[in-house]
T-cell receptor, first 113, second 116 residues
Framework: DADVTQTPRNRITKTGKRIMLECSQT?????MYWYRQDPGLGLRLIYY???????NKGEISDGYSVSRQAQAKFSLSLESAIPNQTALYFC????????????FGPGTRLTVL | GDSVTQMEGPVTLSEEAFLTINCTYT??????LFWYVQYPGEGLQLLLK?????DKGSNKGFEATYRKETTSFHLEKGSVQVSDSAVYFC???????????????FGQGTILTIHP
């Protein structure tokens, strides 16, 4: 079984709808992250959480919110989706330490019409 | 803030050719350096890493050396294969201290295509 899972894997929605993307991990990591990937722009950090009570905005948090329901679960919400939020979204986890290697989920492809 | 400049792609090579993908960065503190790879239709996975100056990370025939004096972490492979076709991302992790500790900053990615 995958260590980091994301649901749904694909989603098509309409402008103005509320959308929630979910991430679960079995690695026992405290740190979790949400990124979006757009062609030619690499990955940009939306939100990150270093533990259940610690939530921080990344570089592009406008229009998004998150919830850290438990150590293993970190959800990303689009309160009112707009077309320029069409992108590939990745969740990642890390355990800290000297390397702080991040482990990525398979991604959610979101299309906002 | 932290930033990364990667060699622009796409890069197209023939099998068994030598590969270099350049990466330079600016980062706070003393960052760890990573190369991630994304195969078609998949998420990112760690390719190699280095944590201090002159360290050489290596994996699957790929190598990169942490050059602090030039703030670079260029990716190399002596003989590429068709299976190496993917998108490659250079990413420093911000140094110790402060709330940004351990955050990755990604380059825009370099698309690599290897032809038989």
């Amino acid at each position: 079984d995958a260590d980091v899972t994301q649901t749904p894997r694909n989603r098509i929605t309409k402008t103005g709808k509320r959308i929630m993307l979910e991430c679960s991990q079995t690695k026992g990591h405290d740190r979790m992250y949400w990124y979006r990937q757009d062609p030619g722009l690499g990955l940009r950090l939306i939100y990150y959480s270093f533990d259940v009570k610690d939530i921080n905005k990344g570089e592009i948090s406008d229009g998004y919110s998150v919830s850290r329901q438990a150590q293993a679960k970190f959800s990303l919400s689009l309160e009112s989706a707009i077309p320029n939020q069409t992108a590939l979204y990745f969740c990642a986890t890390s355990g800290g330490g000297i390397y702080n290697e991040q482990f990525f989920g398979p991604g959610t492809r979101l299309t906002v019409l | 803030g932290d930033s990364v400049t990667q060699m622009e792609g796409p890069v197209t090579l023939s099998e068994e050719a030598f590969l270099t993908i350049n990466c330079t960065y600016t980062a706070t503190g003393y960052p760890s350096l990573f190369w991630y790879v994304q195969y078609p239709g998949e998420g990112l996975q760690l390719l190699l890493k280095a944590t201090k100056a002159d360290d050489k990370g290596s994996n699957k025939g790929f190598e990169a050396t942490y050059r602090k004096e030039t703030t670079s972490f260029h990716l190399e492979k002596g003989s590429v294969q068709v299976s190496d076709s993917a998108v490659y991302f250079c990413a420093p992790s911000s140094g110790a201290g402060g709330t940004s500790y351990g955050k990755l900053t990604f380059g825009q990615g370099t698309i690599l295509t290897i032809h038989p």
